[in-house]
């Protein structure tokens, strides 16, 4: 009887377990994306133009300005081939830029002369070219 009574319990939980059946889920809930698990996106299409306003970054946040013109034509920028330096170079002493120069910060002073610093010489590690897209995510930071 002791061995008959844990058997018949046993038994019992386990037709309930298999009586059950399973439950599908439709791939449209499996992530955060409003499709199908399988679905490839295709992303909006987009062109790099020029005549954008200076995008600045908010005070404070350490991000640097984007930039506000095509930039294929410059490409690929290597050490001896910067044609960011062509308008963004420091001005002469008494004249004035014509376009916004690096800052203080991207120059270094060597034998009396100035200098781009080594890590800035590559503008696009930090700086990017806009694009009228919208945004990915919405975005209510100020």
Not at 42 to 63: C, H, N, V, W
């Amino acid at each position: 009887m002791k061995r008959i009574l844990p058997a018949l319990v046993l038994a019992a939980f386990a037709s309930i377990a298999f009586a059950q059946k399973p439950v599908t889920i439709p791939d449209t809930q499996f992530g955060l994306k409003k499709g199908a698990a399988g679905e490839a996106l295709q992303p909006r299409a987009f062109e790099f133009k020029d005549g954008y306003d200076i995008t600045k970054p908010l005070p404070g946040s350490g991000m640097p300005p984007m930039i506000p013109h095509t930039i294929e034509d410059s490409l690929p920028i290597t050490f001896a081939n910067n044609d960011c330096m062509s308008c963004h170079k420091a001005p002469e002493k008494g004249k004035k830029a014509k376009r916004p120069p690096l800052p203080e910060s991207h120059w270094v002073k060597a034998d009396d002369k100035l200098a781009i610093e080594g890590r800035h010489y590559m503008c696009l590690g930090c700086h990017a070219p806009q694009a009228d897209v919208p945004a990915l995510v919405r975005n209510d930071s100020r």
